[in-house]
């Protein structure tokens, strides 16, 4: 198979399994490769690339998808909180868009964004969430106070 530079290190590819070579049928999903090469792919927690690599492969061809929230947790086996959180930092990274019924995977830009350190699930705060004033209130009023409003 051909040789490819890999860092002035030629690298002489050969088929593990040459029986059960990939190919495209029907619909699929892309990831380009400069998502590994350009940092990407490190710059996200491990829930932020779950959900990508979810919604990449829920999209269409211009990358729309609209599966609610607890749908995706479903699949995903990850909780509310740690969904908002990875959407958000999929939004701050600027690789993903949401209007709160649809999705859009975007384009990459043209550098990773680099963050200092992503937030845990439950602190990275986006207003119009009910679900995190409802966090929000749990986490600041007393227990009481919540039991008493059920």
């Given at each position: 198979m051909?040789?490819?530079?890999?860092g002035g290190i030629v690298v002489n590819k050969?088929?593990?399994?040459?029986?059960?070579?990939?190919k495209i049928q029907g619909s699929f999903a892309f990831l380009e490769h400069r998502f590994l090469r350009q940092k990407f792919f490190e710059n996200l927690t491990q829930h932020e690339l779950l959900l990508y690599l979810f919604l990449l492969l829920a999209s269409d061809r211009?990358?729309?998808?609209?599966y609610s929230y607890d749908r995706i947790c479903s699949i995903t086996g990850i909780t509310l909180d740690e969904y908002i959180c990875a959407r958000n930092g999929l939004i701050d990274t600027d690789l993903l868009a949401f209007d709160g019924f649809f999705f859009q995977i975007l384009s990459l830009p043209a550098h990773a964004v680099i963050r200092n350190?992503?937030?845990?699930?439950g602190e990275a705060v986006r207003g119009g969430d009910p679900v995190q004033v409802f966090d929000l209130l749990r986490r600041f009023l007393p227990q009481e106070a919540l039991q008493h409003g059920r």
């Open positions: 051909a040789s490819e530079d890999q050969k088929l593990l399994n040459p029986i059960r070579v990939r211009q990358g729309i998808s609209y350190q992503p937030l845990p699930p």
